[in-house]
């Protein structure tokens, strides 16, 4: 009973949820969608995960396009999402995923969630290490009891058939997203960078270019936080957030296995 687990992981969150849920259930590989590289995928398994970050109570916007646009499931496959997200909008984000499924003619057999520390520094620098531990030690706990259902192919979704909120959702989604193309803008390098060249490395979208030994953003952002949560030395801020901020990627997953799956070198 082979499983895949599709995902996209900006600073290792999901990445962490993907190992531990492999590991769980077993006979199952791991793909990150960047290495898919925008072709036709067509999982030869009998259930499929499509894991992801929370974005605005919704998809990333390359899981929207690699699911709408690529992936192609044959019609006897159990198809799951797992989100997770700093607070709120797995519901919703589920909810999402099963529509742009449902409109290709696939079905969303069941939805899980768990909340992991957050990565988006505008709201917020990291957590202390303790409380990022009591999210690690939980959400493998979780992860558990769901590596459990889904071997037992349920029909189980985390959002109600009518939910107010997530009727709202969309159009948050929607004013989101658009402004993420111009957030780029507020990315900037100080003195501190050492030219690396990681945050060029992990951007999923290619969007950073090493000019003069120093990252310039070109315009394709998913906003997911990756360039400036995985500098080694802090270098990279953003406008409008305290240089004091504490930056925060996943402690548990190293960069370079990151990177490697996305398999572009
Ligand atoms: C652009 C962006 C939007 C986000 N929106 C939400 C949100 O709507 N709700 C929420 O609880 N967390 C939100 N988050 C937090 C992430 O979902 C959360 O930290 C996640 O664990 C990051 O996963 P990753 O490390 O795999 O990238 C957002 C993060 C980013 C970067
Ligand atoms: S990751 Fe940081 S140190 Fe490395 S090149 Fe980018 S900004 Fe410079
Ligand atoms: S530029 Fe930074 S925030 Fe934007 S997609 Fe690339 S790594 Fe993510």
Redesign the pocket.
Known sequence: MKTILYY?????????LANLLAKQLGDTEIINIVSCNNSTTIPEADAVGIL???????L?KIMHKFVENNLQIADNTYVFSLT??????GPSASLQLKKILAAKGNKLNAGFGV??????IPFGGAESQEKQNRRFLASAETIKSIAETIKERPEKYMYKKICIFCALTPLFYKI?MKK?QKDVKKFYVNDDCENCGICSKVCPTQNITIVEERPTWGENC?????CLQWCPVSAIQRKGVPQSRLHY??PGIDVHDLIQDMKRE
């Open positions: 996209f992981s900006g600073t290792g969150n999901t990445l962490m992801f970050p929370v974005y605005a109570f919704g990333p997770n997200y700093a607070s709120a909008g909340p992991m520390p957050s990565n988006y989101f993420c998913e906003q997911c936080m990756a990627h996943n």
